[in-house]
Every structure is written in C-alpha cells, then in structure tokens.
Nanobody, 118 residues
Framework: QVQLVESGGGTVQAGGSLRLSCAAS????MGWFRQAPGKEREFVAY????????GYADSVKGRFTLSRDNAKNTVYLQMNSLKPEDTARYYC???????????????WGQGTQVTVSS
C-alpha cells in the first residue's frame, strides 16, 4: 500500500506563494488535484516518475511549478501569484491509469487546505 503525505498548506494573501510537498512510499507518476467547496475535484498538475514530463491546468499554467526529488520520493508544487480562486483542498495522487489529467489515480493523500485571501 502506497502512502502519500501532503504538507505545506495554509493561508496566504492574494499574490503570495506557497509550496506543497507530497512524500510517497515509492516512485510513481504523481499528480495534484484540488477541490473547492461545492465544486468538483479538478486537475492541477502532473509529473511523470522521472520528472522529465509535466503538465498543468490552464488556470495555473505559468504560476505553478511541479518538481520532484526522487532521492526523497517527494514532489513539490510551488504556487506563486496565488489568487482567491485557488482556494481549495489540494490532493496529491500517485499512479495514474492512462491519462494523468484524469482523476483515475490508484493512490490518494488526505489533502491539505490552501486558502487565499483577497
């Protein structure tokens, strides 16, 4: 069973930055998703197991950067220029099925809350 442990959430003012981390007990292609109250879970970013391939939702492209340290089996989501609409619970996921932008991942973390105040 793969365990995913997220950290780094919090409250920040609009325009600020946060870095989320997700430590995995193995090496997998990883993704981040988010879910705001009353909304469906949506794709944020993915990175393949080697770190050579990444992808982003249009809403975060140019502001968020996903990277990984395979020596630590950890991925990092650097979030800059945060907006109030980025407020959501952010979930780390590992082991996508076919399309890393779909939420068909095998393993999920518990999530970490990100709140951006205006």
């Amino acid at each position: 069973q793969v365990q995913l442990v997220e950290s780094g959430g919090g409250t920040v003012q609009a325009g600020g930055s946060l870095r989320l981390s997700c430590a995995a007990s193995g090496r997998y292609g990883m993704g981040w998703f988010r879910q705001a109250p009353g909304k469906e879970r949506e794709f944020v970013a993915y990175i393949n197991w080697s770190g050579e391939s990444t992808g982003y939702a249009d809403s975060v492209k140019g502001r968020f950067t996903l990277s990984r340290d395979n020596a630590k089996n950890t991925v990092y989501l650097q979030m800059n220029s945060l907006k109030p609409e980025d407020t959501a619970r952010y979930y780390c996921a590992a082991g996508w099925a076919t399309n890393p932008m779909n939420d068909e991942y095998r393993y999920w973390g518990q999530g970490t809350q990100v709140t951006v105040s205006s």
